[in-house]
C-alpha cells in the first residue's frame, strides 16, 4: 500500500478517531467516569492498533508468509498484537482512572468509600494504605485532561481488596455530578475532523480502496 492511498488512512486513523471520540463525549459528561487501567490500556492499544497496522506491520511484512497465508496474514500479526498486549496489561499494577473529576472533588468522596471498607486505612498526604483489603495506593491528577489516577503503590497488593475499591468507589461515583470538561471539546473535535478526512478519503476514490485492499490481500 501506498502511504498516503485511502485505504492507507482509513485503517491508520479510524480506530484513534473513534478513541477520541468517545473520549471527547465522555469528557463532555456531566458525570465521571470509572474505569480499571487494563481497560484503559486496552482501549488505547485498540486506538493505535491501525497506526500500527499501516506502519511497522506492512514495513516488516515477510512477503513468503503473505504469499502462503494470503489475507490471513494480517490476522496472524494483529492476533500476535493482541497477545502482546494482553501480556503488558497483565503484568501492570493495580490502578483506576476516574475521568471527569478532579482532585478536589474526588478526595471526600474517596475518603468516604475507604473509611467504610476499612477502619484501620491511614492517610500520608496522596497515599493511603489499607492493610485489612491488602491495598496500598496513591493519588495522581492530571489537571489539563481533568482526571485522576488511583495507583498501586509497591508489589504487594490483593487485588480482590482492589475489586471492592473498584465497585465501592464506581457507587459512589454515580450520585455525584462533577459539570462537564471544556477539554472534551478539543477531543472531539480532533475525533470529527478525523473522521471527516477519512470520510472524504474513502469516498473520493472507491476504486483505489478496491485496489488497495486487493493488494493488501494479496488476490
Known amino acids: 500500500m501506498s502511504l498516503m492511498d485511502p485505504l492507507h488512512i482509513a485503517i491508520a486513523l479510524s480506530p484513534l478517531a473513534t478513541y477520541l471520540l468517545v473520549l471527547g463525549i465522555i469528557n463532555l459528561s456531566s458525570r465521571p467516569l470509572l474505569t480499571t487501567g487494563s481497560r484503559d490500556t486496552a482501549a488505547l492499544a485498540i486506538a493505535i492498533a491501525g497506526l500500527i497496522l499501516a506502519g511497522p506491520m506492512e514495513l516488516f511484512l515477510v512477503e513468503e508468509a503473505a504469499v502462503l497465508y494470503g489475507g490471513w496474514v494480517w490476522a496472524i500479526m494483529l492476533a500476535a498484537y493482541g497477545l502482546l498486549v494482553t501480556l503488558l496489561i497483565l503484568l501492570l499494577r493495580p490502578r483506576l482512572v476516574i475521568y471527569n473529576i478532579t482532585l478536589e472533588q474526588l478526595r471526600p ?24 483489603l491488602g491495598v496500598q495506593l496513591h493519588l495522581e491528577e492530571a ?77
Open 109 to 132: 468522596l474517596l475518603a468516604d468509600v475507604v473509611a467504610r471498607l476499612d477502619s484501620d486505612s491511614r492517610w500520608a498526604g496522596e497515599s493511603l494504605v489499607m492493610p485489612q
Open 143 to 219: 489537571p489539563f485532561s481533568k482526571n485522576v489516577q488511583i495507583v498501586s503503590s509497591g508489589p504487594h497488593q490483593n487485588l480482590y481488596g482492589w475489586r471492592q475499591l473498584e465497585a465501592e468507589l464506581a457507587s459512589a461515583l454515580r450520585r455525584i455530578r462533577t459539570g462537564p470538561n471544556p477539554y472534551g471539546v478539543t477531543q472531539l473535535g480532533f475525533g470529527v475532523l478525523l473522521a471527516t478526512a477519512i470520510t472524504f478519503a474513502l469516498v473520493r476514490d472507491p476504486g483505489g480502496v478496491m485496489q488497495a485492499l486487493n493488494e493488501m490481500l494479496r488476490r
